[in-house]
């Protein structure tokens, strides 16, 4: 007789599952257009039906617009901020020209070349995306990627202090002051460099404190003004009242200085930009945008005034507690007939004879004051203002019951003076917000206006 029959054992088993297992291929997937008979298809990558701003030159409302129409023929949510699906178009065009019959696979073969093939201008254009340190190294790589960087139109955007602070492994002196020596020479060689080149600079960064004789960067702003082309500067960030490179122990004499003594060379540095600030606006004529610590004196802003096409300014404080005659500001804003927005720092004293400012501009669509301190508002005449960006300012001065001061409504002043507005914050108003003040726009009020109405508690 014959025995009971043997079962397969574990490994046999798995032998037996893997030659039974009927092995299906995978779906082909093709990169498909948002063309109307691709539309109902869901078998494709994800990122496929995306766009990017960056790669479609498209602005960030037209993204999401074309976004939400995508969105309501599919029904499926992508993300805007991957990669565009126009590069798959060329792929699937060929496929579709292509003589082999529906269902069979197909492999387009793309072409490549290195970057010596390009053209002169596909070679600019490339690195022209380099900051300026990358282009200081490339300039090491090879004598023809030599000959293409120092090309004046790769050197219109420059940051003159944007040089590593770091000095070589091989130098023979540990991390100190000698670094800032050498990140100082740095600074004065790469000037050399452009005035060799003479590029015609369109955006310009100079952050260096001018008031330390001892770094020099005065002398080095009027050589700059002087032998280098800003007739077409459209961008300006001019920070001269301190060197964000410098160590922080190289500062130790503020420390151990008097108090005369630290407000007699805040004075002295004020005066110092108010001379180099009336030499610098006489070349930049054409200026767009300007960021900028402001002193805030009458040569200094009869000097501001004479950039009319200025249409960006950002003015920084530079005294903490400096009071703003309210003639200077209406210079400010009636000397510019192009500025569309604003952004204001200013520190002003609170308490007796706190000034409550008016604010008038035709032409103003932007203002940002959110960074200001002690500064109220009285009125405003902004008939183009679109955006305000505000925030409650903080009470310097000595504490006082809230009841002794009378603001008036922030609401109040906006509904007068701009009929334009559309956003308060991240606050969007509504089309009757002029006519009433609904429960939300109420919620918001109490967190920037200073009236007895939104603002709680009995102290300043």
């Given at each position: 007789?014959?025995?009971?029959?043997?079962?397969?054992?574990?490994?046999?088993?798995?032998?037996?599952?893997?030659?039974?297992?009927?092995?299906?291929?995978?779906?082909?997937?093709?990169?498909?257009?948002?063309?109307?008979?691709?539309?109902?298809?869901?078998?494709?990558?994800?990122?496929?039906?995306?766009v990017?701003?960056?790669?479609?030159?498209?602005?960030?409302?037209?993204?999401?617009?074309?976004?939400?129409?995508?969105?309501?023929?599919?029904?499926?949510?992508?993300?805007?901020?991957?990669?565009?699906?126009?590069?798959?178009?060329?792929?699937?065009?060929?496929?579709?020209?292509?003589?082999?019959?529906?269902?069979?696979?197909?492999?387009?073969?793309?072409?490549?070349?290195?970057?010596?093939?390009?053209?002169?201008?596909?070679k600019?254009?490339?690195?022209?995306?380099?900051?300026?340190?990358e282009?200081?190294?490339?300039?090491?790589?090879?004598?023809?990627?030599?000959?293409?960087?120092?090309?004046?139109?790769?050197?219109?955007?420059?940051?003159?202090?944007?040089?590593?602070?770091?000095?070589?492994?091989?130098?023979?002196?540990?991390?100190?002051?000698?670094?800032?020596?050498?990140?100082?020479?740095?600074?004065?060689?790469?000037?050399?460099?452009?005035?060799?080149?003479?590029?015609?600079?369109?955006?310009?960064?100079?952050?260096?404190?001018?008031g330390?004789?001892?770094?020099?960067?005065?002398?080095?702003?009027?050589?700059?003004?002087?032998n280098?082309?800003?007739?077409?500067?459209?961008?300006?960030?001019?920070?001269?009242?301190?060197?964000?490179?410098?160590?922080?122990?190289?500062?130790?004499?503020?420390?151990t200085?008097?108090?005369?003594?630290?407000?007699?060379?805040?004075?002295?540095?004020?005066?110092?930009?108010?001379?180099?600030?009336?030499?610098?606006?006489?070349?930049?004529?054409?200026?767009?945008?300007?960021?900028?610590?402001?002193?805030?004196?009458?040569?200094?802003?009869?000097?501001?005034?004479?950039?009319k096409?200025?249409?960006?300014?950002?003015?920084?404080?530079?005294?903490?507690?400096?009071?703003?005659?309210?003639?200077?500001?209406?210079?400010?804003?009636?000397?510019?007939?192009?500025?569309?927005?604003?952004?204001?720092?200013?520190w002003?004293?609170?308490?007796?004879?706190?000034?409550?400012?008016?604010?008038?501009?035709?032409?103003?669509?932007?203002?940002?004051?959110?960074?200001?301190?002690?500064f109220?508002?009285?009125?405003?005449?902004?008939?183009?203002?679109?955006?305000?960006?505000?925030?409650?300012?903080?009470?310097?001065?000595?504490?006082?019951?809230?009841?002794?001061?009378?603001?008036?409504?922030?609401?109040?002043?906006?509904?007068?003076?701009?009929?334009?507005?559309?956003?308060?914050?991240?606050?969007?108003?509504?089309?009757?917000?002029?006519?009433?003040?609904?429960p939300t726009?109420?919620?918001?009020?109490?967190?920037?206006?200073?009236?007895?109405?939104?603002?709680?508690?009995?102290?300043?």
């Open positions: 007789m014959e025995g009971p029959k043997r079962l397969p054992g574990k490994r046999q088993r798995a032998k037996n599952a893997r030659a039974n297992r009927v092995k299906t291929a995978p779906p082909e997937r093709k990169c498909v257009t948002d063309s109307e008979d691709n539309i109902d298809r869901l078998d494709y990558p994800r990122y496929c039906r995306t990017f701003p960056l790669f479609t030159n498209y602005s960030d409302d037209e993204v999401i617009v074309s976004k939400q129409k995508q969105n309501e023929r599919t029904g499926i949510k992508s993300s805007a901020s991957a990669p565009t699906g126009r590069i798959f178009k060329q792929v699937q065009e060929s496929e579709k020209t292509s003589s082999q019959p529906v269902g069979t696979s197909s492999q387009t073969v793309g072409t490549y070349c290195t970057i010596e093939e390009l053209p002169l201008e596909c600019i254009k490339i690195f022209s995306f380099l900051t300026n340190r282009k200081g190294k490339c300039l090491k790589v090879c004598r023809e990627w030599q000959d293409i960087i120092i090309c004046p139109s790769l050197w219109t955007s420059i940051k003159l202090w944007d040089l590593s602070l770091h000095c070589m492994i091989e130098a023979d002196h540990p991390y100190s002051d000698t670094c800032f020596a050498c990140y100082k020479s740095r600074v004065h060689q790469f000037y050399e460099f452009l005035v060799e080149l003479q590029p015609r600079i369109r955006k310009l960064e100079f952050k260096f404190d001018i330390k004789a001892e770094d020099c960067f005065k002398d080095l702003l009027d050589d700059v003004m002087v280098l082309d800003m007739s077409e500067l459209k961008h300006l960030e001019f920070n001269w009242k301190e060197t964000p490179a410098r160590p922080f122990w190289l500062e130790s004499s503020w420390y200085s008097s108090y005369a003594s630290v407000i007699s060379y805040q004075r002295l540095r004020g005066r110092m930009f108010t001379y180099a600030f009336d030499d610098l606006t006489a070349v930049i004529s054409k200026i767009k945008t300007l960021v900028l610590p402001f002193d805030w004196n009458e040569r200094s802003v009869k000097c501001l005034t004479r950039l096409s200025l249409h960006t300014l950002v003015i920084e404080k530079y005294l903490v507690f400096q009071s703003i005659p309210q003639e200077l500001l209406d210079q400010v804003l009636q000397g510019l007939p192009n500025l569309r927005r604003l952004m204001l720092e200013i002003s004293p609170s308490g007796e004879g706190m000034i409550l400012y008016h604010l008038s501009s035709q032409s103003l669509q932007y203002l940002d004051i959110s960074q200001c301190r002690g109220y508002l009285q009125s405003v005449n902004l008939p183009r203002l679109e955006r305000l960006q505000i925030a409650r300012p903080a009470w310097n001065g000595p504490l006082i019951f809230r009841g002794q001061l009378h603001f008036p409504c922030l609401y109040d002043i906006l509904v007068q003076g701009s009929p334009s507005l559309r956003k308060i914050n991240e606050h969007y108003l509504e089309s009757n917000w002029r006519r009433m003040c609904y726009l109420d919620e918001a009020l109490k967190s920037i206006c200073s009236c007895k109405r939104h603002k709680t508690g009995w102290a300043m």
